[in-house]
């Protein structure tokens, strides 16, 4: 089995970061699998974090486009499984209906996840994407379940110095942030960005208080696995009826992306 992984960052720019969602791949996949990482272009930002591209909307409008065109190219490589790995979920719905594979988005299975462990939940990281995650929650049918983001106060140097293993500085921000969301109604955590989901994870953090943190890059490879095993062995897929699931024919989509710029 193969799986695109595709994140919001370039690769490359963070080697420890690289590295860390490598080590966590192998320790999640089953032998079998290939987990294959792609980011953005490396012109996509300045920098080592596109924090600040992700403040607004008409950036992820532009991965958007990229991502949708990243999953044709999975598909007709012949990949197996087609993951979204950042938190917005950004052309999830479209993806699906673009390509026959499964489509898994790191905020909908994290979510979907969250509700059978608990009650509520909260995301807690350093970049505000609440707006979003309000939106997509009402879409997954889980907006009453989503409680106010929790913001960690910490720098670029900070998230880099935990991401290689220095992490004093960001857990304790983490923990404070995240007792607060709690206090105010979540049982479950979602990390806000692969990067803080990378770092719990690595640094042995799964849960607070007896609130568990999901596992969210490690969660979309696993259910990756399970949604190629059923369209396998079951022949479950994605519904094809309705305009947000209706498949395009190939010609219109080639005709589309080349039209407009994604390649």
């Not at 990482?37 to 991965?63: I, R």
């Not at 059978?116 to 379940?145: C, K, P, S, W």
């Not at 991401?163 to 109604?185: H, M, N, P, Q, Y």
């Not at 897929?237 to 710029?261: I, W």
Request: glycine share 8%; charged share 25%; with cysteine.
């Amino acid at each position: 089995m193969k799986l695109w992984f595709q994140k919001h960052i370039t690769v490359g720019k963070v080697p420890a970061l690289d590295d860390g969602y490598e080590r966590h791949a192998k320790k999640m996949a089953r032998p079998e699998t290939q987990v294959v990482f792609h980011g953005m272009p490396k012109e996509a930002y300045q920098g080592s974090f596109p924090n600040e591209m992700v403040n607004y909307s008409f950036p992820e409008t532009m991965f958007t486009s990229y991502f949708l065109a990243r999953a044709v190219e999975a598909e007709r490589t012949g990949y197996d499984a087609f993951i979204i790995g950042t938190a917005p979920d950004a052309g999830l719905r479209d993806a699906r209906t673009l390509v026959d594979i499964p489509v898994i988005g790191y905020s909908e299975i994290s979510m979907h996840m969250a509700c059978m462990l608990g009650t509520h939940f909260a995301y807690v990281g350093f970049v505000d994407m609440q707006h979003r995650h309000e939106e997509n929650a009402r879409i997954y049918g889980l907006g009453e379940r989503i409680r106010p983001w929790g913001r960690v106060q910490v720098t670029a140097r900070q998230v880099q110095d935990a991401l290689e293993g220095r992490a004093d500085v960001f857990l304790k921000a983490f923990f404070e942030t995240a007792r607060k969301s709690i206090a105010e109604g979540a049982n479950v955590i979602i990390p806000n960005e692969g990067l803080t989901n990378e770092v719990l994870y690595h640094q042995g953090i799964y849960e607070v208080d007896g609130v568990p943190i999901i596992d969210s890059s490690g969660l979309v490879i696993k259910q990756a696995e399970l949604m190629v095993d059923m369209q396998k062995m079951s022949g479950m897929h994605t519904s094809r009826k309705g305009y947000y699931f209706a498949k395009p024919p190939t010609e219109m989509v080639d005709h589309m992306m080349g039209l407009y710029g994604a390649k």
